[in-house]
């Protein structure tokens, strides 16, 4: 009887060990893409801009303790704000029905951050939107969207954290942080990180007939792990999957304000608008310096903004290190080259522009998921 125990306990073990293997590969690939990644890095030359513009990055769609859903605190995210170098954050609570969760979240400049404050408000058939000051409405979480032909939705979420976290098997992802958090643990979500396809198919229709500003949610709470606290609240032990510290290093939203305009919430709402950001991935290296501009013999402009077809007018693309740049045009590929830092072409066509960056030298993990979605320029 005891034998018979022992080898069931005998090839549990073994199974379990078997089980991990293709974890422990997991691993191994973090290990060389972070060593890509810090390599790519290294490599970053910033192109000379031409456009006048200066590029401040952040992070938004942000909760913490307001609104329930989240235990995150104010200095939490503060500190994690500047551990990132963030030079702005959006926070966007959820509601309640006694209070205004907007009016009591962080506002201004806090340890050298400037913090917005909004809210995620639903509407009665169910869309969700981020509501910023000057009520700007985002369209957050558009793959439940009913209908985006709304006058009043400046711009639209084509991408969320959570939206993509949502399609990992939790089995997996258990695994994955248990041989990789410690090391890696932004880099984990090279594993699943996904090109939003319907989302960027959703928003390219759209911008057939309307101007949309897209955006990029971290949709942070710093809610997912397990603790053991006492009677007062204070951590005993536990695990946090996804601290507002590693979540501000997944995606950002990187802003372009003319270079005699300082960083306040009027600079920052009027460029969100106006289209003047693009996305950056990140955590697969700085996209900070990406530029994509155009101009004609009378005027020059960058992403967000119209310009006149004439004589000579010309799309610009400048990538910090050598790339992959795809450009669409009305959603569809218009040029796809690999291998470059700059890409100029002549433009004989109206039409709405738009450019994907990919790292296809970061091997094949992340190959094919984007580094940088811009926002378009509209040629007339």
């Known amino acids: 009887m005891r034998s018979k125990k022992f080898i069931l306990l005998v090839v549990f073990l073994v199974l379990l060990l078997l089980s991990q293997i293709p974890f422990a590969y997991r691993r191994y690939k973090l290990r060389r893409l972070n060593a890509a990644v810090q ?20 992070v938004v769609h942000v909760h913490s303790f307001l609104g329930g859903h989240s235990s995150g605190t104010f200095s939490e995210i503060i500190s994690a704000a500047q551990a990132n170098q963030l030079q702005f954050v959006v926070m966007t609570e959820h509601t309640e029905k006694d209070f205004d969760t907007a009016a009591m979240t962080l506002s201004g400049m806090h340890g050298g951050v400037l913090f917005l404050n909004g809210n995620e408000v639903s509407a009665a058939n169910g869309d969700r939107f ?33 939206t993509n976290a949502k399609q990992i098997n939790p089995v997996v992802a258990f695994f994955d942080v248990l041989w990789s958090r410690r090391s890696y643990p932004e880099l984990i979500f090279a594993l699943y990180l996904q090109r939003p396809d319907e989302n960027l198919k959703k ?16 949709d942070a709470h ?16 536990g695990i946090q999957l996804d601290p507002y510290e590693t979540s501000f290093r997944l995606v950002r939203l990187h802003v372009l304000l ?10 920052l709402l009027d460029a969100i608008t106006a289209g003047h950001c693009f996305i950056g991935f990140d955590f697969l290296g700085d996209s900070s310096g990406f530029s994509f501009d155009a101009e004609n013999n ?3 402009k960058t992403q967000g903004d119209e310009i006149f077809l004439k004589n000579e007018t010309r799309l610009r693309v ?27 072409l002549a433009i004989t066509e109206r039409g709405v522009y738009r450019v994907e960056v990919y790292l296809p030298q970061l091997g094949n993990l992340v190959a094919t998921k984007p580094w940088i979605i811009s926002n378009p320029i509209y040629v007339r």
């Open 39 to 58: 390599q790519l890095n290294s490599q970053r030359v910033v192109p000379e801009r031409h456009n006048g513009f200066v590029d401040y990055k952040g």
């Open 130 to 162: 981020l509501a910023l000051p000057r009520e700007i409405l985002i369209a957050a979480y558009p793959e439940e969207f009913k209908s985006l032909e709304i006058t009043s939705v400046e711009g639209i979420e084509i991408y969320n954290v959570f």
């Open 203 to 218: 928003w390219d229709q759209a911008l057939a007939t309307s101007r949309l500003t897209a955006t990029a949610g971290n």
């Open 222 to 237: 710093a809610n997912i792990g397990v603790s053991l606290k006492d009677s007062s609240g204070k951590t005993l032990l």
């Open 258 to 267: 003319e270079q005699d305009k300082p960083l306040d919430t009027p600079a």
């Open 298 to 300: 009378e005027e020059r």
């Open 318 to 344: 400048q990538v910090p290190v050598s790339s992959r740049i795809v450009l669409f045009k009305d959603g569809a590929v218009f040029v796809d080259e690999s291998g470059i830092s700059a890409k100029e």
